[in-house]
């Protein structure tokens, strides 16, 4: 049970790239969910999802898309980077009922630099 | 709108002394509450929750937490600090799908 896995861990990106950053969970959790951590602002809700083919926008939603075409997979993509994206990304994954999650699992975070 | 406040960017205490970490809550309805862990350069880990019950909840690691509604008051608690708890502190709520985490503490635990 390997939990929620994040690839890469590192990256570094040039203005305009574009890229995806790959969430994974064997948990079968129904929610899934990304966010960035910047110093000073704690983590903030870019993009969830409560199931497969369902996917809704979080806090900080601009410049990134999602899709979950199944349960496991939950990919965040960068269509065109920018310096403001520059961040540590977590994904992560729970149980959900009555329109609320239950605890969270992170995955180990993936340290994004644009220059 | 759902909000969470952790009022204190840091806390210190000095190792085997009580401490607490404090998080105001808005939200409409029953909220769910949560306080979650992280050590450097990991991910966050869950330490423990309320969503009903009762107002006094433990969780891992000898931590607790105090449920006062009509403070509307969530404060991470420890009887007797270990060096071993230094790390940030972060927490959440969950309401219609959406968490939201306060910004964070971190703890400084002195030897």
């Known amino acids: 049970n390997a939990g929620v896995t994040q690839t890469p861990k590192f990256q570094v990106l040039k203005t305009g790239q574009s890229m995806t950053l790959q969430c994974a969970q064997d948990?079968?959790?129904?929610?899934m969910s990304w966010y960035r951590q910047d110093p000073g602002m704690g983590l903030r809700l870019i993009h969830y999802s409560v199931g497969a083919g369902i996917t809704d926008q979080g806090e900080v939603p601009n410049g990134y898309n999602v899709s979950r075409s199944t349960t496991e997979d939950f990919p965040l993509r960068l269509l065109s980077a920018a310096p403001s994206q520059t961040s540590v990304y977590f994904c992560?994954?729970?149980?959900?009922?009555?329109?609320?999650?239950?605890?969270?699992?992170f995955g180990p975070g993936t340290r994004l630099t644009v220059t | 709108a759902q909000s969470v406040a952790q009022p204190e960017d840091q806390v210190n205490v000095a190792e085997g002394n009580p401490l607490t970490v404090k998080c105001t809550y808005s939200v409409s309805g029953n909220p769910y509450l949560f306080w979650y862990v992280q050590y450097p350069n990991r991910g966050l880990q869950f330490l423990l929750k309320y969503i009903t019950g009762d107002n006094l909840v433990k969780g891992s690691y000898g931590f607790e937490a105090e449920f006062n509604k009509s403070q509307t008051s969530f404060h991470l608690k420890k009887p007797s600090a270990l060096v071993s708890d230094s790390a940030l502190y972060f927490c959440a709520v969950s309401g219609t799908y959406k968490y939201i985490f306060g910004t964070g503490t971190r703890l400084k635990v002195l030897a």
């Open positions: 992560a994954s729970s149980l959900v009922t009555s329109g609320s999650s239950y605890e969270q699992y």
């Open positions: 948990m079968n959790h129904e929610y």
